[in-house]
């Protein structure tokens, strides 16, 4: 199999390496960063590259972007994605991207070799390889936005602004409702988003539900004007 890998660690491009070769695949070309990956693919046409998600020059998303870039092109070379932690959001992104022909592992788990091996080859005959940390956190994810879309447009609207730090009566007095209101909306919206009394601070857990879910800012922004829903 011939492998293509873009990483910008010498230690552990190196050490790939030499598994892959160890293992009889023919590592074609070794890159330090993405500046070069396209015109290194049209020259060696691999059939597997193996892309950090983090690289320079702002080490935040070249690297899967460059996959992202590389499946919207056609189903060579595949892409297998190795990352130091679990990026939710870059994860997904790849997901979305195409059902097959990729990958996406901590760095983790290029210690077992054995795994490591059968990950790339899975990849490269066109399978799908996740994980489990990343399936784990992206079900966790999943479940976080079915509880937000329990909440009522008001309850949103109070959540959101619980988020800013506005108090029980600063909450009323901007939805124009009473403080009794108000804490009958966050008494539901505990209990939509499953937060018990002993969970601690109650409050801080769903501003953080609410911050970790994509909602419509628009559809969700606080009603300033009387009349509004209750």
Do not use: W
Request: aromatic share 4%; proline share 5%; net charge negative.
């Amino acid at each position: 199999m011939r492998i293509l890998i873009c990483e910008d660690s010498v230690l552990l491009r190196e050490g790939i390496a030499r598994l892959l070769t160890d293992a009889g695949h023919d590592v074609v070309a070794q890159l330090p960063d993405a500046s070069a990956l396209e015109a290194a693919i049209a020259a060696t046409d691999p059939d597997l590259a193996i892309l950090d998600v983090r690289m320079p020059p702002t080490r935040t998303n070249e690297g899967i972007l460059a996959a992202i870039g590389i499946r919207s092109r056609g189903d060579r070379p595949r892409v297998l994605v190795l990352s130091q932690y679990v990026e939710e959001r870059y994860a997904a992104d790849l997901i979305a991207s195409g059902p097959s022909g990729f990958g996406y592992l901590l760095k983790d788990r290029v210690a077992d070799i054995r795994d490591f091996l059968s990950a790339v080859e899975q990849v490269a005959a066109g399978g799908t390889v996740l994980d489990p940390e990343v399936v784990s956190q992206l079900l966790a994810r999943r479940r976080r936005d079915a509880r937000m879309e329990r909440l009522t447009p008001r309850e949103r609207q109070v959540l959101a602004l619980m988020a800013e730090g506005s108090s029980n009566q600063a909450i009323a007095d901007r939805l124009y409702v009473s403080a009794g209101s108000v804490e009958k909306h966050i008494s539901a919206v505990f209990q939509k988003l499953e937060l018990e009394p002993e969970d601690g601070n109650r409050r801080v857990l769903a501003v953080l539900a609410h911050l970790d879910a994509p909602t419509d800012h628009d559809s969700h922004r606080p009603n300033d004007q009387p009349g509004g829903i209750r």
